[in-house]
């Protein structure tokens, strides 16, 4: 059974760096096409993807956001993180963590509101 | 970047009838070389994170009751519920993965008329 929790905090501040954290179970960063990503929605609006990191370290970016955005793996421990500089009241937002099977999304953490405010 | 546009916006159906949701994309998602549409399909409701719907364009995800749908090819897709259930009231999302940056539409919005 393949699961999926964001962590990280929930206020931070402008121009602040933020680190979330993406603890998976159930699947391994060694077969063949798994990734796992970010993405994220202010509230009442849409999605948006945010970042993408596979088994072989490739990694993917909004391109939007790309030069403000890390995405790395700790695959002794599961997790994937995603650090975001020079943080922006509009990047608040839950930030879900997802499992990519061929490109879709077939499992989501429960997400994680994070608000940017001083 | 591809561009995702859904249509309507905001939908209201009765129950028992049937929603179509639209989705255009500003550049076509379908790979030739295997013939596949590289577009997904994802419901939201309140509180919850989106759950894939349907994959390849028309693959119905494992669970997913067969009163929804997915067809189209190229550029125009199309979501169908065929008869509305209460449960299915929920916010709708397409969503490319034929190239990077992956993107959505603006979703759709579908209730109880």
């Known amino acids: 059974q393949i699961t999926l929790k964001e962590s990280g905090p929930t206020l931070v501040k402008p121009t602040q760096t933020l680190t979330l954290t993406c603890t998976f179970s159930g699947f391994s960063f060694t077969t063949s096409g798994v990734g796992v990503g970010w993405v994220r929605q202010p509230p009442g609006k849409a999605l948006e993807w945010l970042a993408l990191?596979?088994?072989?370290?490739?990694?993917r970016y909004s391109s939007s956001l790309k030069t403000r955005f890390t995405i790395t793996k700790d695959t002794s421990k599961n997790q994937v993180v995603l650090t975001m500089t020079n943080v922006d009241p509009v990047d608040t937002a839950t930030y879900f963590c997802?499992?990519?099977?061929?490109?879709?999304?077939?499992?989501w953490g429960q997400g994680t509101l994070v608000t940017v405010s001083s | 970047d591809i561009v995702m546009t859904q249509s309507p916006d905001s939908l209201a159906v009765s129950l028992g009838e049937r929603a179509t949701i639209n989705c255009k994309s500003s550049q076509s998602v379908l790979y030739s070389s295997n013939n596949m549409n590289y577009l997904a399909w994802y419901q939201q409701k309140p509180g919850q994170p989106p759950k894939v719907l349907i994959y390849?364009?028309?693959a119905r995800e494992s669970g997913v009751p067969d009163r929804f749908s997915g067809s189209g090819s190229g550029t125009d897709f199309t979501l169908t519920i065929s008869s509305l259930q209460a449960e299915d009231v929920a916010v709708y999302y397409c969503q490319q993965y034929y190239t990077y940056p992956y993107t959505f539409g603006q979703g759709t919005k579908l209730e109880i008329k």
């Open positions: 997802v499992h990519r099977r061929y490109g879709d999304f077939d499992y």
């Open positions: 990191i596979f088994g072989n370290d490739d990694k």
């Open positions: 390849w364009a028309s």
